[in-house]
């Protein structure tokens, strides 16, 4: 098990409310995830903010674009001092390639770089609808093989998936996996509950957790918990 497997994600409209729940949680039990509309909210002040609190913060941006342009914003990113962000593979060979070949450049501690393959909103009739003639797992494992020959560090999937990413990839290969619900925590409106140490077992380096932690009454409390049961 990798040292701090918990991502939390920070789903939160502001930079004040992302900065008071941070405030109840400690960088010794997890990371942090920044996504869209919180990074849109409270821009790159917000991401420097957590990283001198102590805390590895993973810029979920999913960035696609033509390749000078990706370089160039995980060249941004990496400057920020961030410990993870991603791409989207369907950029291409060359889009990743850019991205990794910036990154090798930055001085200190360089950023994972990992690539999403295909967005779990999707099904087969999504992908047939955009000229994706294969199924979605036929997709996602050609796009994380492709995601590794390009010298990417891993790729974000769902715990369906990891099984078979585990057994074509090799196993320093990072999977990031969202969607997780410890067994006491009602599913709200996901469709396949995955609890974290399922998530572990099947093959995940990386549990990304939001609800459950974010809305529970002791966040800190239950961020505990779902740390001691996975080491124990």
């Known amino acids: 098990m990798h040292e701090r497997p918990v991502i939390v994600a920070l789903d939160f409209p502001d930079a004040s409310s992302a900065l008071e729940f ?8 997890c990371r942090l995830k920044v996504g869209f509309e919180l990074f849109v909210a409270a821009g790159p002040a917000l991401v420097e903010q957590l ?3 102590g805390f590895d913060v993973f810029l979920d941006l999913k960035f696609h674009d033509i390749p000078n342009t990706v370089a160039a914003a995980c ?19 060359t889009m990743m390639q850019a991205a990794r ?7 200190g501690r360089r950023p994972l770089l990992i ?19 294969v199924g979605a797992r036929e997709q996602v494992l050609r796009l994380a093989r492709l995601t590794h020959e390009c010298g990417l560090d891993g790729v974000v999937c769902s715990a369906a998936e990891a099984p078979d990413l585990r057994v074509v990839l090799p196993q320093d290969f990072v999977l ?23 998530a572990l077992r099947i093959g995940a380096d990386y549990l990304v957790i939001g609800r459950p932690i974010t809305r529970a009454a002791d966040p800190l409390g239950r961020l505990q918990a779902i740390v001691s049961n996975l080491e124990a």
């Open 22 to 29: 941070a405030a109840r949680l400690e960088p010794s039990l």
């Open 51 to 53: 990283v001198n609190r």
């Open 75 to 93: 060249r941004a990113a990496a400057g920020l001092g961030v410990w993870m962000l991603n791409l989207h593979a369907g950029g291409g060979a």
């Open 101 to 107: 070949e910036a990154l090798d450049t930055v001085g």
């Open 115 to 133: 690539a999403v393959t295909v967005l779990t909103s999707m099904d087969d009739a999504d992908l047939n609808s955009v000229g994706v003639e």
């Open 176 to 198: 990031v996996t969202p969607g997780i619900r410890p067994a006491d925590v009602d599913a709200g409106d996901q469709k396949r509950v995955v609890t974290p140490n399922e």
